[in-house]
């Protein structure tokens, strides 16, 4: 049962250039959507955040993308740079879910290549 | 900044061993959650707390599972005895509702569980 689906697990890119990460969703009740940044042996750390109601979220390098009606969002980092290097994961929750436990997608491994 | 801290870092057990994971969540936030990863899989929802009771538990939940905020600051995740499938890291996390009932949870850095 994937409701929340990144089906790229990795992905290179050149320090200085575009990424962009994935992620769909099947579930039509989520209403909040994260991107969740990890490396090794550590926890995931919070990236950034959209909610339903907008269709972006800029936070300096970062930007999430939310198109509702194709149950679809992407994350552009701009410019890579090396220590962005890690797996990213999409994550979406929504406001029915009592506590807004996060369902997350499987995760894109992300290479900045120098 | 304020952060999330598990301990230990690593446990080492024997099957049908009872395991206690320890997390101290961000002091002024009120929802505490668990949730683990098996190697290569994604990171899956174990249970919710908030106001010293389970608000949501998933069905990996079972009642080997238990969950406790003995004080003020800990939040303890117990397996009562052990599976080898219960090997996985261990994330606890924790929230504070934002203003628009949006909210971010901010991880610990886990507990990798090996059981043998």
């Known amino acids: 049962d994937q409701q929340v689906k990144q089906n790229s697990p990795s992905l290179s890119v050149q320090e200085g250039r575009i990424s962009i990460l994935n992620c769909d969703y099947t579930?039509?009740?989520?209403?909040?959507f994260l991107w969740y940044k990890k490396y090794p042996a550590e926890g995931p750390t919070f990236l950034i955040s959209?909610?339903?109601?907008?269709d972006k979220n800029e936070d300096g390098r970062f930007t999430v993308f939310l198109n509702k009606s194709a149950k679809h969002l992407s994350l552009h980092i701009v410019p890579s740079q090396p220590g962005d290097s890690a797996v990213y994961f999409c994550?979406?929750?929504?406001?029915?879910?009592?506590?807004?436990?996060?369902?997350f997608g499987k995760g894109t491994k992300l290479s900045v290549i120098p | 900044e304020p952060e999330v801290t598990q301990t230990p870092s690593h446990q080492v057990t024997q099957m049908g061993q009872e395991v206690i994971l320890r997390c101290v969540p961000i002091?002024?936030?009120?929802?505490f959650y668990w949730y683990r990863q098996i190697l290569g899989q994604k990171v899956e929802f174990l249970v919710s707390?908030?106001?010293?009771?389970?608000?949501?538990k998933s069905e990996i939940f079972d009642d080997q599972f238990s969950v406790e905020r003995p004080d003020g600051s800990n939040f303890t995740l117990k397996i009562r005895s052990t599976k080898l499938e219960d090997s996985a890291m261990y994330f606890c996390?924790?929230?504070?509702f934002g203003t628009g009932g949006e909210e971010t949870q901010y991880f610990g850095p886990g507990t990798r569980l090996l059981v043998l």
């Open positions: 996390a924790s929230t504070n």
């Open positions: 579930n039509s009740m989520f209403d909040y």
């Open positions: 959209i909610s339903s109601i907008k």
């Open positions: 994550a979406a929750t929504y406001s029915g879910a009592g506590s807004y436990q996060l369902t």
């Open positions: 002091s002024n936030h009120l929802y």
């Open positions: 707390f908030y106001n010293n009771e389970i608000s949501e």
